[in-house]
């Protein structure tokens, strides 16, 4: 089943795609890390000790505490809306690829995180 493979992503693996596609367009890591700490409510250095370590996509969203706001992310995703997908974990994975979609895009934190509106790509 390809969750239970994204589910054993390391995420100190997939943080450089992020901070690489983040980079390219423009934006620092210091940016994407906001970003993230925001969608996670990880510190710092808890977000700095698992793009370090060994912490797999399934262990990294068991500890994070979503941001409450996280629940008003919508739109389109690698072309599936994310209010469609169905299991709770590939959602949270979702969601935060769309919010880095979002910053390599341009959007201010401020816009990212104010979700006030429906997000659509």
Not at 63 to 87: M, P, R, T, Y
Not at 95 to 111: T, W, Y
Request: some cysteine; proline content about 2%; hydrophobic content about 35%.
């Amino acid at each position: 089943m390809q969750i239970e493979k994204v589910k054993q992503i390391i995420f100190s693996e997939l943080y450089p795609h992020y901070l690489k596609k983040v980079e390219n367009k423009g934006r620092s890591e210091k940016e994407l890390k906001e970003v993230i700490r925001w969608f996670t409510s990880y510190s710092a250095a808890e977000l700095n000790q698992h793009i370090k370590g060994q912490t797999t996509l399934e262990e990294f969203f068991k500890e994070a505490k979503l941001n409450s706001q996280s629940k008003l992310i919508f739109g389109k995703i690698c072309g599936v809306n994310i209010e469609d997908i169905q299991d709770p974990f590939f959602k949270k994975v979702r969601k935060l690829d769309k919010i880095i979609d979002e910053l390599a895009k341009g959007k201010s934190f401020e816009a990212i995180t104010s979700r006030q509106t429906r997000n659509s790509a």
